[in-house]
């Protein structure tokens, strides 16, 4: 029973890790697509909840 509990539990964190993962990504494309269309690091940055230094590294790349 305590087996299972633990693997129950590590396949919810798991999970969640996925889906956080899944959200940074999309975040990450969508700012480069907002790059792409001539938007500031400024509005991106608070369009996509990403760091002005996230942005700015995203648009160094």
């Known amino acids: 029973m305590l087996l299972e509990a633990r693997l129950l539990d590590e ?3 798991a999970k969640a890790e ?9 975040k990450t494309a969508t700012a480069k697509r907002l790059l792409s269309m001539g938007l500031s690091v400024e509005d991106i940055a608070k369009a996509t909840s990403l760091s002005i230094e ?4 995203i648009k160094a790349e």
């Open 54 to 57: 996230q942005v700015e590294a």
């Open 11 to 13: 396949r919810r964190e």
């Open 18 to 26: 996925g889906l956080a993962e899944g959200k940074a990504k999309e």
